[in-house]
């Protein structure tokens, strides 16, 4: 009698220990396409942050803490949902708050909203789909095992692989979350402040004319200067390649 009991009690927890895994990333799935639907893309280019420039710097200068707080929840919810084109909101909070506090903001909202992603993976999928894909996560399996927080700083560091696939991927491994939140605070910190320097350099070029056209922006110093340092630091990938292939031979 007691073990039909315990049978029938294990049939009736599978579902629901099933729905515990998978709730987090369906609430990401519905919030993702809730701010497609919503049109959100839409506010995330550089022409919406001309076009509403006074109304954003006048709330900011008015509600300073409050905005900073709210930029870094924004950022960290579309982050955690996988928006493409967070980096345009690295831009807007250079504009908005400058390069250091906005610098600060980024690297907070982004650490968080990819935390989040990262649990709610390890929820659902956990090390299962890790073993499923096979040799094809070998090497990056053994790149952990070696040196978890050097491989993880390496993956942030170097952007060899976008930004959400960064985000997932040690969660299907037994990466430690305290690693994973420290190297990705710290790994993100050269490409955030390269944007958010771009975003500064954008605000101060809005506030010299009442119309300044986005294309006259690019030759503006205050501009160019920090996309000089993005496209050096999209190159780090290049000798980065040519650096592991170099010590293999060796």
């Known amino acids: 009698m007691s073990l039909d009991k315990n049978t029938d009690a294990a049939v009736q927890s599978a579902p629901k220990s099933k729905i515990k895994r998978f709730l987090p990333v369906a609430v990401i799935a519905l919030a993702f396409g809730a701010f497609i639907a919503l049109g959100g893309p839409k506010y995330i280019n550089l022409e919406a942050l001309r076009d509403n420039q006074d109304a954003l710097t006048a709330f900011v200068s008015n509600n300073f803490i409050i905005a900073i707080l709210g930029f870094i929840a924004l950022y960290g919810v579309l982050v955690a ?78 952007p060899l692989f976008p930004f959400f696939v960064v985000n997932i991927v040690p969660a299907l491994f037994k990466v430690k979350l305290r690693n994973y939140v420290v190297t990705t605070f ?31 922006l690019m030759t503006r110093p205050a501009v160019i200067l920090p996309i000089v340092g993005l496209i050096l630091l999209s190159l780090i990938p290049v000798a980065y390649k040519k650096f592991s292939k170099r010590n293999q031979k060796a």
């Open 81 to 158: 949902i996988s928006v493409p084109g967070a980096s345009f909101l690295s831009i807007f909070g250079g504009f908005l708050f400058g390069t250091v506090a906005g610098a600060f903001s980024v690297v907070v909202g982004a650490t968080l909203g990819a935390t989040g992603l990262f649990l709610a993976a390890r929820s659902a999928f956990g090390e299962g789909l890790a073993a499923k894909v096979g040799p094809s996560m070998q090497k990056f399996e053994k790149g952990l095992q070696e040196n978890e927080i050097s491989y993880l700083f390496i993956l942030r560091l170097v």
């Open 186 to 216: 710290f790994g993100i910190m050269p490409g955030s402040f390269v944007y958010v320097s771009v975003g500064n350099g954008i605000g101060d070029a809005l506030r010299a004319g009442e119309d300044v056209p986005l294309v006259g």
